[in-house]
């Protein structure tokens, strides 16, 4: 007898009825196995789980294997490719002409500790409301494999060149700078990084998210801090993180004084089950501690370091109207010309 076929099964779909596959870019042509294709992977599943229209979102990057994975994630998104080191520039630009987008910045560990570094401080010190995600592999992976600013000391290349230099930690940076949401993961710890990638979307103002992420080719061997292995042995996460978002019930119960929970700027929750005991994420003087003593100890500390939801964000103080500034009738963006007749004539 001859049997009908079941109905293939709907795609699963997000709160505003996109499934994960609008989320998704162009194929990537890093190598494979590269630790920048996993975290394009971790974005368009964050994306796609907060329910965020990837038409209200802007990438930006600058220069690197890293600022090219913009290309492979969220496709209907905007997206400004620019020079490197300069994706800060871009993005305040761009923020301030329109914040009542997504702002999402990916650089690398060069574009943003060498040339960039200028550009970066500037952007952390008036907590611009931006995702700015370093992919962090301690090399230029696209030039070769040179060491770069946040390469360890003592870590080597494949060749056995040693680094000398002490390496920047650009999460004390950012929490020294005035960053608001500071924090580190690896991109083999998907629990972490997609729960600290949700709550960043949640968060208002500059989020600083360094995440490990291996270069397979050039800075993956024994004797580098930055490869899988390494990162698999080393990694000292400070807290098990849940997030759950504003539009979510809080169906998990925590024992209590199990953790702290934090409330974000929508409403959505973090909540911290402490590892450590006694560390407070919202106390920036310890954070810069801990960063200071994992130093001493050689940890690779992952988790949030640093937050803090209440502070007013770069477009909050500029007191920017709520649309963008392109579509401001001129009526609303020059005086009246009676006002300005009035100022030439003071110059008579
Ligand atoms: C003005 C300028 N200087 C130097 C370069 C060469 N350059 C291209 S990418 C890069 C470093 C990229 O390293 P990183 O940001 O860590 O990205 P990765 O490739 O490791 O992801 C350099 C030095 C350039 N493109 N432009
Ligand atoms: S060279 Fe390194 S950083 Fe660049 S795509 Fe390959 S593995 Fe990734
Ligand atoms: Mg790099």
């Not at 020294?176 to 709550?199: H, I, N, P, W, Y």
């Not at 953790?259 to 973090?270: E, F, N, P, V």
Request: with cysteine; net charge negative; aromatic share 6%.
């Amino acid at each position: 007898m001859a049997t009908t076929p079941n109905p293939p099964a709907a795609a699963k779909t997000n709160r505003i009825g996109l499934s994960v596959i609008d989320y998704r870019g162009s194929k990537s042509t890093l190598c494979a196995g590269c630790g920048h294709n996993v975290i394009s992977e971790r974005i368009i599943d964050a994306y796609y789980e907060m329910g965020i229209e990837p038409e209200r979102v802007a990438k930006l990057s600058g220069i690197g294997c890293s600022s090219k994975t913009p290309a492979y994630f969220m496709g209907r998104s905007h997206t400004f490719n620019g020079v490197h080191g300069r994706m800060p520039a871009l993005a305040t630009g761009a923020t301030v002409a329109n914040h009542t987008m997504h702002h999402i910045g990916v650089s690398g560990d060069g574009d943003t500790a060498s040339i960039g570094m200028g550009q970066f401080a500037h952007l952390m010190r008036r907590n611009l409301p931006i995702i700015y995600i370093i992919e962090d592999n301690g090399v230029y992976g696209l030039t070769k494999g040179q060491f770069s600013a946040t390469a360890d000391i003592g870590s080597t290349r494949k060749t056995g060149d040693v680094n000398e230099l002490p390496a920047i930690d650009t999460c004390a940076l950012a929490i020294e700078l005035g960053a608001t949401f500071v924090a580190r993961s690896f991109s083999g710890d998907k629990k972490q990084l997609q729960a600290l990638l949700k709550a960043a979307i949640a968060h208002n103002g500059t989020v600083l998210l360094d995440v490990i992420s291996p270069c397979v080719t050039f800075n993956d061997h024994e004797g580098s801090t930055k490869s899988y292995k390494f990162m698999k042995d080393h990694e000292e996460p400070l807290q098990d993180i849940n997030f759950v978002p504003v539009f979510e019930e809080i169906n998990v119960e925590y024992e209590e004084g199990s953790g702290i929970d934090i409330s974000l700027h929508d409403g959505s929750k973090m909540h911290l089950t402490k590892l450590e005991e006694d560390y407070d994420p919202t106390s920036r003087i310890a954070a810069l501690t801990r960063l200071a003593q994992a130093h001493e100890k050689d940890e690779v500390l992952t988790g949030l370091f640093y937050l803090n939801p209440n502070a007013p964000s770069f477009t909050d103080r500029l007191n920017l109207v709520d649309r963008p500034l392109a579509t401001l009738p001129q009526e609303m963006t020059r005086p009246p010309k009676d006002v300005l007749d009035k100022i030439m004539e003071e110059f008579r």
